[in-house]
């Protein structure tokens, strides 16, 4: 009788020794419902549930560097050059200009032609009865070719992109802007000159950007 009853507590021990590693096996087990809610990431076929970065900045782009001063420019299919001069402001804050028909200023506070932003060259049309170099940019059509060359000897191509003729009293303040991507403003004076102001009653503007930055 002894016997039995020890070999019956045996056989109950085992039985709860089952039960708790069926028990421990359920509690760790994944099921595959869980693995089909978890977020799909895949970059390859670019499905992605993430929720994406707002407000990200743009790349950034090398920074443009500054050509050395100009010193001739040349209006190539009209066999025209010039000699460029720097200048700054008048007295009254207005870009200065060169008593002469034969020279170009170019606005020494901006960038040089190629440079960041406008770049800003000036001529007559006319210095005492003499025809100016810049009669001539009046001329230039879309894709004409103009070569500057700097002080260290470099010489670079641009072409022409635009051309406008504005009243004085109209003219927009993007011409003398030193902002923007860069570009090259060449202006001169058009229609008839005033005597009351002193100066000619339009202007005659050319943009232009070197080639390798159309």
């Not at 390859?44 to 500054?66: D, F, R, Y």
């Not at 170099?133 to 001329?139: A, G, L, M, N, V």
């Not at 003219?171 to 570009?183: F, R, T, V």
Request: hydrophobic residues 35%; aromatic residues 6%.
């Amino acid at each position: 009788m002894k016997r039995f009853c020890v070999l019956i507590l045996i056989i109950a021990l085992l039985c709860l020794s089952s039960c708790a590693r069926k028990d421990e096996a359920n509690a760790t087990a994944i099921k595959p419902t869980d693995i089909a809610q978890q977020p799909i990431v895949s970059v390859n076929s670019q499905v992605i549930t993430t929720a994406p970065t707002v407000g990200q900045a743009p790349e950034a782009t090398p920074e443009i560097p500054n050509p050395p001063p100009p010193v001739k420019i040349e209006l190539v299919d009209m066999g025209i050059t010039a000699d460029i001069q720097p200048v700054g402001k008048d007295n009254e804050g207005r870009m200065d200009t060169i008593p002469s028909a034969d020279i170009v200023a170019w606005y020494e506070p901006g960038s040089s032609p190629g440079g960041p932003g406008n770049s800003i060259l000036a001529g007559h049309r006319v210095w005492k009865g003499k025809k100016g170099k810049f009669e001539y940019i009046k001329d230039l059509v879309k894709e004409d070719e103009v070569i500057i060359e700097y002080q260290d000897g470099k010489r670079e191509s641009f072409l022409v992109t635009d051309t406008y003729e504005f009243s004085l009293d109209e003219a927009p303040d993007w011409i003398m802007d030193l902002g923007g991507e860069p570009h090259t403003t060449l202006i001169t004076c058009a229609g008839t000159f005033q005597k009351t102001i002193g100066t000619s009653d339009h202007r005659y503007i050319v943009v232009m950007k070197r080639k390798d930055q159309i």
